[in-house]
């Protein structure tokens, strides 16, 4: 398998710390509202990886947070008159539904920061007693300048950086590029008590910790998430790392693209942010996860009604051959026939080139042209007709698209074949009776 590699900007090949076994975490959300559209992109695109990785007979662990420590949790905890708990409470909850809507399972842990304060805690203190970070008046910051390597994460030249960076006023940093480990605060809010006083954790630090937490190891294989979160987040978070342990926490860094709407960009002040349950409610979870995939992850996604539109009538197209192959299999019982088709290797390895979803649908649409051909043969070859549908549920399943199977009872069958018969023997009045109540029971 080949991933691109964000912290090389090359392909490599996928070399797994322990032979057989993949640890992959993913930056997850933070839970101050619900998921727009852009925050499912992740979601979907970590789940394929999770999936083909498991197609390939590895055994994922795949570890993704929740941000539950954020002003915008607080300030809207206030203005609710609730607690912070209860807001966190509340989104996790909407975002996890949309997880399982989108066929996105497979987490082995979702740990939350407020589960883990000892240990973050705990680890600002180690950074500080090694002089990778320092407190001032009761804020803890980390020395960028200790860390020689600061920037090759995100390809940034921490020259520049500087230069391009403001230096605040009566800032207490000793470095403008010095990041914060632990707020002191004052204010109403959640706050915990610390060697440096009452405060809360800085964001770049909680990930690095989670990750040792739940993998019990300080390196994992993949580190996952959006773009947006290459600089300065997971430059930051490899950088306590490499503090602490002299080697980056993750092999391989891989970030998807954003989404834009009509070629603008999500933003409130555009009023384009659409809600994944909107999506989903609106266009189905099938549909909705299918659309997610139809760009290559590492491009930016441009929803438009064309794209919709063009998505629909390729899953229209899988939805109708499996449906009526499923239906004949059932009929003839020949469900249980079939191997799967050589194009699977085919589907697979072009899955294994970095995601490259558009190349691997190119060979699921052989497949479903291979299983229309089978289905209108006179003398059907139900051997050939179950090899292709079950290549397809296969592929299918791998892309994470779940297709319902009507499962037929004895009555159903009878009634099925009655109806084929009629129309072989061109008795069109019976044949549009039979039609009707297999229409009016859902089978067709």
């Avoid at 809207?76 to 008159?81: F, P, R, T, V």
């Avoid at 403001?166 to 004052?186: A, G, H, M, Q, Y």
């Avoid at 809010?189 to 630090?205: E, F, Q």
Wanted: charged content about 30%; proline content about 2%.
């Amino acid at each position: 398998m080949r991933l691109y590699n964000s912290k090389t900007n090359t392909i490599e090949e996928f070399i797994p710390i322990k032979e057989n076994e993949v640890s992959l975490y993913v930056c997850g959300p933070t839970v101050y509202n619900y998921a727009h559209i852009g925050n499912a992109r992740p979601i979907v695109v970590f789940d394929l990886l999770r999936r083909v990785l498991e197609a390939n007979q590895y055994h994922v662990k795949m570890v993704s947070n929740f941000t539950d420590v954020d002003d915008k949790i607080i300030k809207k905890a206030l203005d609710e008159n609730v607690s912070e708990r209860e807001i966190s409470d509340r989104y996790i909850e909407a975002y996890n539904r949309i997880r399982s809507e989108l066929h996105a399972e497979g987490l082995a842990a979702t740990p939350r920061v407020t589960d883990t304060m000892d240990e973050i805690i705990a680890f600002i203190e180690e950074l500080v007693n090694d002089g990778y970070a320092y407190a001032v008046k009761g804020d803890v910051y980390f020395r960028v300048n200790k860390v020689q390597s600061y920037g090759e994460v995100s390809s940034q030249n921490i020259e520049e950086l500087i230069v391009g960076s403001r230096i605040e006023e009566n800032s207490n940093k000793e470095n403008p590029l010095d990041f914060v480990l632990w707020k002191n605060t004052d204010d109403t809010g959640i706050k915990w008590d610390s060697p440096w006083g009452k405060g809360r954790p800085g964001w770049h630090t909680e990930c690095v910790v989670m990750i040792q937490d739940e993998f019990k190891m300080n390196r994992i294989d993949i580190h996952g998430g959006g773009q947006d979160l290459k600089f300065p987040h997971h430059e930051n978070e490899s950088a306590q790392c490499k503090a602490l342990h002299d080697h980056d926490l993750a092999n391989y860094w891989v970030h998807n693209a954003m989404v834009n709407f009509a070629g603008e960009k999500m933003s409130k002040s555009l009023g384009n942010v659409v809600w994944a349950q909107d999506y989903i409610e609106e266009l189905g979870a099938n549909l909705t996860r299918w659309l997610l995939l139809s760009t290559h992850y590492r491009l930016v996604l441009n929803i438009t009604d064309d794209l919709i539109s063009q998505s629909r009538k390729e899953l229209d197209k899988i939805e109708t051959v499996l449906r009526q192959a499923s239906l004949e299999l059932q009929v003839h019982h020949a469900m249980d026939q079939g191997s799967l088709s050589e194009t699977y290797a085919s589907f697979i390895e072009n899955l294994n080139d970095d995601l490259n979803v558009a190349n691997a649908q190119v060979v699921l649409f052989e497949e479903v042209k291979a299983l229309n051909s089978a289905l209108r043969l006179r003398e059907k070859n139900m051997h050939d007709v179950a090899k292709h549908y079950h290549t397809i549920r296969k592929m299918m399943d791998v892309l994470g698209v779940v297709i319902e199977e009507k499962i037929l009872d004895d009555a159903d069958i009878e009634l099925l074949s009655a109806w084929t018969l009629a129309k072989q023997e061109k008795r069109f009045d019976d044949a549009d009776g039979y039609r009707q109540k297999l229409i009016e029971k859902g089978i067709i």
